[in-house]
């Protein structure tokens, strides 16, 4: 008999069958599921890696994964990386400001002076004219 590296509880089970059953889903939340059914039903860690394209470490890792979290493990863990520098307010406000009348002297607002500007009035601590470039290039 084969060990069974998974056990599923019937919601879980039928859960992750609806899941599956949708099409609706990404490819590494698809494999996860597969995976845990697969997994319970007695295949193993290797058999299972074959299947789906993945290694055998992925597969053991989701295992542990799901007998320490439960169905929290299909989805990804936060990743770290760069905060946010500019929040919707100050976009909002450095959008209006481009939108606003230009200084004298100039028929329309460059990205440095919008950047000097927007540290004057104090909408952020420090921003590049570059970043500027990038908030108006997503408001249109």
Sequence with gaps: MKKQHVKLSDADRKYLASLIAKGKLTAKKFKRATALLE??????????????????????SLSKSYQKQGLKCLADAPRSGRPIVIN???????TALACSEAPNGHARWSWRMLADKVVELGYCDEISHTHIGRVLKKMN
Excluded: D, F, N, P
């Design 39 to 60: 997994l319970e039903r007695g295949k193993t860690y290797q058999a299972v890696a074959e299947t789906l394209g993945v290694s055998h470490v992925t597969v053991s």
């Design 88 to 94: 919707g307010k100050q976009r909002a406000k450095i």
